[in-house]
């Protein structure tokens, strides 16, 4: 192959982690995995923290790993999950392992804040952020409350993906796609709120530059350079929030498409180039994301395919192991029997998920789904109408038209419900890559190594590289009239 060149990505999730390398040769992007790791929690003292050490250490070893290999390593990219942070003190030491989001020291803050602090409005309106009780604005208000003594000695505080970055280069950083995850960064200035930052009684030089996507932080220290036996590699700020690097890979021809990140949880956004902070936005939790070239990823989260997740457990050996089997068994339900609003609180996180479907489905009146087979059909087609609705959001606040959705991630794969969201949607879906996280943080180390151009034409370089499926809309009379049904759900 012509024109060779590698390029070693990190991709850090909430359960897992992973070294990636990506090769780029002949005008095409290719993956092959080097490690996998966990990414453990750590309960102490009442309180959550995540493994920061623990974290590094997997990133030397698969540093180490590619070395072995004797590939030539160009450079090196994180991309992790949002709103955490790292303390650092003045001696150039960490003060703690980071509290994870997940700690419910953050429980009730959003309305103490509201009420002690910055009103609920004025926050949307400098962040255009969607509320959630552990964004770093609420964890760095309970932590300064409780007088917290990694806050209150910090010298600097680093966002997880900036942290492992100046672990490995001595350099600080703020990234802007990371940094907006926050609930402290305004999307228009694109630099930290100086009211919320002066709410919660912090300076701005508490955080590091800002720095855009693409940009280089600086190279690997003598000391990694030892530990490794690499050279002065650099390490690039890629979209340090996972979601920021899966979007810059969606393999769109132009702009006029939408985004559906199809996992667990989904999250269905448009790219603008501009923020959509108004009242609509507001009143429907809609959030304006950091994105590559300095856009913008206006999106709204949805409960996912966790129902589905919640469900394969109770019904353990119930159901078919096999997940084919399984969504088989589900299509030959009669269609549109029973339908609910996937983002109802009561499926948040139910002890009985299959036990609150059924209740939500008495409750409005309809058919009761009995057995495995009557509820997978249900949360199927919920959750298409689901991104109907989004998807007119949407389309009324776009300032261009959308004719296609991107699938994106381990969603991508479930066939049955690409074509429901085509159907629901009206819109040609198509489906693929799973692996958009780690193909836009190695495409955005390509792009400062000056290997590929623009946006586009990293999403140019994917399509050629990857298999995508296409899906057309159909049987629209039955779908607009299901739609009907699921509106009036309550």
């Known amino acids: 192959m012509e024109n060779t060149r590698c390029f070693f990505a990190v991709d850090l999730g909430a359960t897992s982690g992973r070294t990636i390398i990506g090769t780029l040769a002949d005008g095409k992007v290719r993956l092959e995995e080097l490690t996998r790791f966990p990414n453990n929690l750590i309960e102490t003292g009442g309180h959550f923290y995540w493994d920061i050490y623990a974290l590094y250490f997997e990133i030397i070893k698969g540093l180490k790993a590619a070395v072995?290999?004797?590939?030539?390593?160009?450079?090196?990219?994180?991309?992790?999950?949002?709103?955490?942070?790292?303390?650092?003190?003045?001696?150039?030491?960490?003060?703690?392992?980071?509290?994870?989001?997940?700690?419910?020291?953050?429980?009730?803050?959003?309305?103490?804040?509201?009420?002690?602090?910055?009103?609920?409005?004025?926050?949307?309106?400098?962040?255009?952020?969607?509320?959630?009780?552990?964004?770093?604005?609420?964890?760095?208000?309970?932590?300064?409350?409780?007088?917290?003594?990694?806050?209150?000695?910090?010298?600097?505080?680093?966002?997880?993906?900036?942290?492992?970055?100046?672990?490995?280069?001595?350099?600080?950083?703020?990234?802007?796609?990371?940094?907006?995850?926050?609930?402290?960064?305004?999307?228009?200035?694109?630099?930290?709120?100086?009211?919320?930052?002066?709410?919660?009684?912090?300076?701005?030089?508490?955080?590091?530059?800002?720095?855009?996507?693409?940009?280089?932080?600086?190279?690997?220290?003598?000391?990694?350079?030892?530990?490794?036996?690499?050279?002065?590699?650099?390490?690039?700020?890629?979209?340090?929030?996972?979601?920021?690097?899966?979007?810059?890979?969606?393999?769109?021809?132009?702009?006029?498409?939408?985004?559906?990140?199809?996992?667990?949880?989904?999250?269905?956004?448009?790219?603008?180039?501009?923020?959509?902070?108004?009242?609509?936005?507001?009143?429907?939790?809609f959030t304006n994301e950091g994105g590559v070239e300095g856009t913008t990823r206006f999106l709204k989260n949805i409960c996912g395919m966790w129902l589905l997740e919640r469900c394969r457990k109770e019904w353990g050996d119930d159901a078919p192991a096999d997940y084919g089997v399984l969504l088989s068994e589900a299509m030959k339900v009669p269609a549109f029997q029973s339908l609910i609003n996937p983002d109802n609180p009561v499926f948040a996180n139910p002890a009985d998920m299959q036990g609150a479907i059924k209740e939500y489905c008495r409750a409005t009146g309809q058919h009761v789904p009995e057995g495995y087979a009557e509820i997978c059909r249900c949360i199927f087609e919920s959750l298409a109408l689901r991104y109907r609705q989004v998807a007119g959001y949407l389309k009324e606040m776009a300032s261009f038209p959308i004719d296609t959705l991107h699938i994106i991630g381990g969603g991508s794969l479930n066939e049955y419900l690409n074509q429901f969201t085509a159907n629901a949607t009206g819109l040609t879906v198509l489906a693929g890559p799973q692996e958009c996280t780690a193909l836009g943080n190695i495409m955005l180390q390509a792009k400062a190594a000056g290997a590929v151009g623009g946006i586009f034409d990293m999403r140019r370089i994917i399509a050629e590289s990857v298999t995508m499926k296409r899906y057309e809309p159909q049987d629209k009379a039955l779908w607009d009239e299901a739609y009907e049904k699921f509106k009036e759900l309550k």
């Open 68 to 285: 072995r290999r004797g590939l030539q390593v160009e450079s090196i990219g994180i991309d992790t999950w949002g709103v955490d942070f790292v303390c650092v003190g003045d001696d150039g030491a960490l003060l703690r392992n980071p509290l994870s989001y997940r700690d419910p020291h953050t429980f009730g803050a959003m309305e103490e804040y509201f009420a002690n602090a910055v009103p609920k409005e004025d926050v949307y309106k400098a962040t255009g952020i969607q509320f959630m009780n552990f964004n770093s604005l609420f964890q760095l208000y309970v932590m300064k409350r409780d007088g917290n003594t990694a806050l209150k000695h910090a010298e600097k505080i680093l966002f997880v993906p900036d942290a492992l970055s100046w672990m490995l280069t001595g350099e600080e950083v703020c990234e802007y796609t990371i940094a907006s995850t926050s609930q402290l960064l305004n999307p228009v200035t694109k630099e930290l709120d100086a009211r919320l930052l002066s709410s919660l009684g912090l300076g701005r030089d508490l955080f590091g530059r800002m720095v855009m996507p693409g940009t280089r932080i600086g190279t690997l220290t003598e000391e990694v350079q030892k530990m490794t036996g690499l050279g002065p590699v650099p390490v690039i700020a890629v979209a340090g929030h996972d979601t920021a690097s899966a979007v810059a890979a969606v393999p769109a021809k132009d702009e006029h498409f939408a985004y559906l990140s199809s996992g667990t949880w989904s999250l269905m956004g448009i790219e603008t180039k501009e923020p959509i902070i108004n009242n609509v936005s507001y009143e429907r939790n």
